[in-house]
């Protein structure tokens, strides 16, 4: 079965890099968290985003922006590319051969994938507008796809609706195919 996944690519400079994937992360979450969620907002590059006030997510998204910050860095990857991969799943009861119940496992229904590539911007400014159009149309793919049919009808039934997200959501990093976190 295909999941539906939607890529988003963004060139990044090091002044910006943590900023914009910190908030691109948070906009995704934002529009993909169907618990009790509470809303902030930021400015990055003159753009507003939205985003989630919840310490957990706070801190899941930190964690993940600094393991591709620091694996840009320190030369992991060796084209200064890498992705981040969001991917909400579903619980749902696994069954062995004969139709006995063994557990649970996770099955996912959607993913989203952050291409990120760094680059020595020439000029500052010119590579700051560059970027903010670039975060304002990653926004608007984001909320598109979000609010179209086929990205309602991704989502699963809610039948635990505890927490600030009833689906369980994995954040990893590749960095040249290899996933490190």
Do not use: C
């Not at 099955?107 to 990120?116: F, L, S, T, Y």
């Amino acid at each position: 079965m295909s999941i539906p996944t939607i890529t988003i690519g963004v060139a990044l400079d090091r002044r910006n890099a943590k900023e914009v994937l910190h908030a691109i992360l948070h906009a995704i979450l934002f529009h993909r968290l169907f618990g009790t969620v509470k809303p902030q907002t930021f400015e990055v590059l003159d753009v507003t985003v939205p985003g989630v006030a919840d310490p957990e997510m706070e801190q899941l998204i930190n964690d993940k922006v600094d393991v591709f910050w620091k694996a840009i860095e320190n030369g992991t990857s060796t084209n200064k590319r890498g992705q981040i991969l969001v991917t909400f799943s579903e619980k749902r009861p696994k069954k062995s051969w004969f139709q006995v119940y063994v557990g649970e496992e996770d099955v996912p229904w959607e993913q989203w994938i952050i291409n990120g590539e760094m680059r020595q911007p020439k000029s500052d400014k010119d590579f700051d507008i560059v970027l903010a159009s670039t975060l304002s149309k990653t926004l608007h793919t984001i909320l598109t796809y979000t609010s179209s049919e086929g990205g309602r009808t991704a989502v699963p039934l809610i039948t635990n609706a505890t927490g600030i997200s009833p689906f369980p959501i994995k954040i990893s990093i590749k960095m040249d195919g290899a996933e490190i976190g």
